[in-house]
């Protein structure tokens, strides 16, 4: 098992987001989710990244009693169109409930591209929507998919490259999302977002992370990181903040033996926590790599 790996100090980055823009939809208590791909460093024509889910208008907080309208895209890059999903890539799409229930809202999806899933009534407290994709084989030129591995910190998969003489041939690889998104209907707070859920790749908060007052600042704040159920050392975490006002702003950490990362979150604007998984598959597979992108996002008014 390969995950990135951390560099030795704190890696500042400067990083875009890609959202998701619902165009001549308004929001007026009700939450539209975009499931995109959002890039962590360079652009490439890849699916193999960092992959995210961010609402709508980068609004997380809403009203008791709203509705939720979801549409379910996936982004080839930052800049370029979005490749929406069918039946046979979801693996998971489901909604935690701040009562306890898990509701699978893959059924609606299919080839066409205008269907949307509608949550209606939103219950008071914290939600969670997670997805997981279907593997997706790709081939990606050499210095593209050395780059990929270079910007998400996986050390030991650049090694094993080089060292076999692989660096300068195609990057051949399976692909999955593992990812979901936290939001807040109402003052209740639920716990659900504390624990680990059925995805393989998870990231999960050892608080609800909207149990704090705005613009203040929580401290050792803890994420942990799972690998199908166990916790996962020594995988590179970012961590991303962006406000209204600045342009995102990334460091990067490495977990402990418990898959446990430690910072200080400042209640304002848009967080993420993300991480790429690489793993070595046995010879004679038809992809060299299995590559897994887990992350969590929420935010604040």
Not at 34 to 49: D, E, K, T
Not at 131 to 137: I, L, M, P
Not at 209 to 214: A, F, L, N, P
Request: charge should be positive.
């Amino acid at each position: 098992m390969i995950p990135g790996f951390y560099f030795p100090q704190y890696l500042h980055e400067q990083m875009r987001f890609s959202l998701l823009r619902l165009d001549g939809i308004e929001l007026l208590f009700a939450l539209r989710l975009a499931i995109i791909m959002c890039f962590s460093g360079s652009v490439y024509n890849s699916n193999a990244q960092v992959t995210m889910i961010w609402p709508s208008k980068d609004k997380f907080q809403y009203y008791p009693k709203d509705s939720a309208e979801i549409k379910i895209a996936v982004g080839e890059n930052s800049y370029s169109g979005y490749r929406h999903i069918d039946q046979n890539s979801i693996q998971q799409l489901v909604h935690y409930t701040p009562g306890g229930r898990v509701v699978d809202i893959a059924s609606p999806i299919a080839d066409d591209v205008q269907t949307k899933i509608r949550l209606s009534d939103l219950e008071e407290g914290t939600h969670m929507v997670i997805f997981h994709s279907t593997n997706s084989y790709e081939e990606t030129e050499a210095p593209v998919f050395n780059d990929f591995l270079k910007n998400n910190n996986c050390l030991e998969a650049i090694r094993y490259r080089k060292s076999h003489h692989e660096d300068s041939i195609k990057g051949k690889q399976n692909f999955q999302s593992s990812i979901k998104t936290i939001f807040q209907a109402g003052n209740t707070k639920s716990l659900a977002c504390t624990q680990p859920t059925t995805l393989p790749l998870d990231i999960f908060p050892n608080k609800n992370v909207y149990d704090c007052k705005e613009d203040s600042t929580i401290s050792k704040m803890t994420f942990t990181v799972y690998f199908k159920g166990k916790p996962l050392k020594n995988a590179a975490v970012k961590i991303g903040h962006q406000t209204r006002e600045k342009k995102p702003s990334f460091i990067t950490l490495q977990t402990d033996k418990k898959g446990r990362v430690k910072t200080s979150i400042k209640c304002n604007g848009l967080w993420s926590v993300s991480t790429i998984l690489i793993n070595r598959l046995n010879v004679g597979s038809k992809a060299d790599w299995q590559t897994y992108s887990g992350s969590v996002t929420w935010g604040y008014e």
